[in-house]
C-alpha cells in the first residue's frame, strides 16, 4: 500500500492543527489500531511496521495524549499526596521531591492534609479513591511507625519518612536515624575530638533514641565512650542552653557537643560563648536536621547532618511509580543522610 501524503497545515494565521493517531495511521499506510500497537511497543507489530509507524509519527511531530494512553492502560494518571504536617519543615521537602519526581513522569498530584486527625485521614484516602489515583503516598511528621491504611486498598502505597507499622506486607521509605548518629560522630572523631556528650531531644521520638545509639556505636567502635549517657529534653534552643550548662559544670574537658537538632545545637552555642569557650578550637558543636534558617544564622555556622528528605520524596515517588506497574518493593528501606560541614566543627579560611 503506498502511504498517503501527510496532512496540510491549515492556511491563514491560525494555529496548525497538531497531527492525530489517524494522521500518523494515514500517513504509515496502517490501521489506527496497528499505528497504536506500534508506538506502545506491542508485540504483536512487525519490526518494519514499527519503524514505518515511527517515522511517521516523527515527520507528524505526533505527540501521544497522556490521558488517552493512561486510559488505554486502565490508568488515570494521577496520584494521591496523604501528608500529617503540611506545614512541618520536615514533610515540605519530602513532598516536593515526590512532586519533582510526579512531574518527570507527567502525573497530576492532588495533595491531602491530614492535620493528624485518623478519621481526617480516612476521609482524605477514600476521597483519593474515588477519583480513581493510580497510587498513594503516605508522607509522615516523625519517623516513628504509624498504622497502615490497610491491605484492602485497590491501588499501591508507600509510606515515606514515617514507616508503616505493617512491614511485611507495605513499602516505607524513611531516614537512616542510626546511620546518622554513626556517622555525625565519625565526624567528630575524625576532627580530633574525642571528650564527646550527645544532648537530644524527647525520648519519646524513635529518632532521637536512633541517633543516640548511633553515636553510641560510633563511639564504642573507637575505642570510646561518651562522657554521659545521652541526656534527653525538648526540642528547643532553651533545653540546650540548659543541657550544655549541666555538661560544662560536670565535664569542663569535653570537647565536641552532638545536639540532637539545630536548635538544640544553637542553644548549646550560645552557653559555650557565654563561658568564654572558642568553637571550633576547643568545643565542636554539631547538630541535625540541617535547617537552614537555624544552621546558616548561628555564630559560628553549624555542620549539621542533613537528612536529604527530598531524596527520600523522589524515592519513595520512583518506587510508586513501579508499584503501579506491578513491581511493588514490601519492608523498611532506608535512607542515608550526609554531614554538612560548617564552621561549628571545622575552622573555615
Not at 537528612?307 to 518506587?319: K, S
Request: net charge neutral; charged share 25%; hydrophobic share 40%.
Amino acid at each position: 500500500m503506498k502511504p498517503a501524503d501527510p496532512p496540510k497545515p491549515a492556511s491563514g494565521p491560525t494555529r496548525a492543527r497538531a497531527a492525530t493517531l489517524t494522521d500518523v495511521a494515514r500517513l504509515a499506510g496502517v490501521s489506527v489500531a496497528t499505528a497504536s500497537k506500534a508506538l506502545n511497543g506491542r508485540s504483536q507489530v512487525r519490526a518494519e511496521t514499527r519503524v514505518r509507524v515511527q517515522e511517521a509519527a516523527e515527520r507528524l511531530a505526533f505527540r501521544p495524549n497522556p490521558l488517552a494512553r493512561s486510559l488505554l492502560a486502565g490508568r488515570t494518571g494521577t496520584v494521591g499526596l496523604l501528608t500529617s504536617d503540611l506545614e512541618g519543615r520536615f514533610s515540605i521537602p519530602i513532598l516536593m521531591g515526590a512532586e519533582d519526581a510526579f512531574g518527570a513522569g507527567r502525573a497530576a498530584v492532588f495533595l491531602c492534609d491530614a492535620r493528624g486527625d485518623s478519621i481526617r485521614e480516612q476521609h482524605h484516602v477514600q476521597a483519593l479513591l474515588e477519583r480513581r489515583v493510580d497510587g498513594l503516598i503516605v508522607v509522615g511528621s516523625r519517623t516513628d511507625p504509624r498504622p497502615s491504611l490497610g491491605r484492602g486498598l485497590p491501588v499501591p502505597v508507600v509510606y515515606a519518612y514515617a514507616p508503616s507499622s505493617d512491614t511485611d506486607e507495605d513499602l516505607s521509605i524513611v531516614p537512616d536515624s542510626v546511620g546518622a548518629g554513626r556517622m555525625a560522630v565519625g565526624h567528630l572523631l575524625a576532627c580530633g575530638r574525642s571528650r564527646i556528650a550527645h544532648i537530644t531531644g524527647d525520648v519519646n521520638y524513635l529518632a532521637a533514641r536512633e541517633r543516640a545509639e548511633g553515636a553510641a556505636r560510633a563511639m564504642g567502635e573507637a575505642g570510646l565512650h561518651l562522657l554521659e549517657e545521652p541526656l534527653y529534653g525538648n526540642w528547643s534552643e532553651g533545653w540546650g542552653r540548659a543541657a550544655a550548662t549541666m555538661l560544662l559544670d560536670r565535664h569542663p574537658d569535653l570537647d565536641a557537643l552532638l545536639c540532637g537538632s539545630d536548635q538544640i545545637a544553637r542553644g548549646a552555642l550560645d552557653i559555650l560563648r557565654e563561658r568564654g569557650r572558642t568553637v571550633p578550637d576547643e568545643v565542636a558543636v554539631m547538630g541535625f536536621d540541617n535547617w537552614h534558617a537555624v544552621t546558616d544564622g548561628a555564630r559560628p555556622s553549624l555542620t549539621s547532618v542533613d537528612h536529604n528528605l527530598q531524596e527520600i520524596g523522589r524515592v519513595a515517588a520512583q518506587a510508586l511509580f513501579q508499584a503501579i506497574d506491578g513491581r511493588m518493593r514490601r519492608g523498611v528501606e532506608l535512607q542515608p543522610g550526609r554531614v554538612v560541614i560548617r564552621a561549628s566543627t571545622v575552622a573555615l579560611g
